[in-house]
Nanobody, 118 residues
Framework: QVQLVESGGGLVQPGGSLRLSCVTS????????MSWYRQAPGKERELVAR????????NYDDSVKGRSIISRDNAKNTVLLQMNSLKPEDTAVYFC???????????WGQGTQVTVSS
């Protein structure tokens, strides 16, 4: 059974930081590209950051570039998203996504809420 379990969300003041974590099980983690998406109320889900299966390449949405770092630990089957200088517009549910390098398999977590507010 495939599971992607996100954690680390919460309420934070503008300018603060959060580290989101996604622990996976039931997949061969090293064979998956990992991403973080977010969905704000009334908006479509959007890509925040992605890291390739070997960790050699990352890309970020312009809205978080320079403020966020995606990383992975293949030994712990975990992907992290460090988010700094948070803004109210970062408020959303953040989802972990795993796509196999063959593009055959696509898995999602349940999401973790991030609220940036004073």
């Amino acid at each position: 059974q495939v599971q992607l379990v996100e954690s680390g969300g919460g309420l934070v003041q503008p300018g603060g930081s959060l580290r989101l974590s996604c622990v996976t099980s039931g997949i061969t983690f090293k064979n998956y590209h990992m991403s973080w998406y977010r969905q704000a109320p009334g908006k479509e889900r959007e890509l925040v950051a992605r890291i390739t299966a070997d960790g050699g390449s990352t890309n970020y949405d312009d809205s978080v570039k320079g403020r966020s770092i995606i990383s992975r630990d293949n030994a712990k089957n975990t992907v992290l998203l460090q988010m700094n200088s948070l803004k109210p517009e970062d408020t959303a549910v953040y989802f972990c996504n795993a796509v196999s390098i063959t593009k055959v398999y696509d898995h999602w977590g349940q999401g973790t809420q991030v609220t940036v507010s004073s």
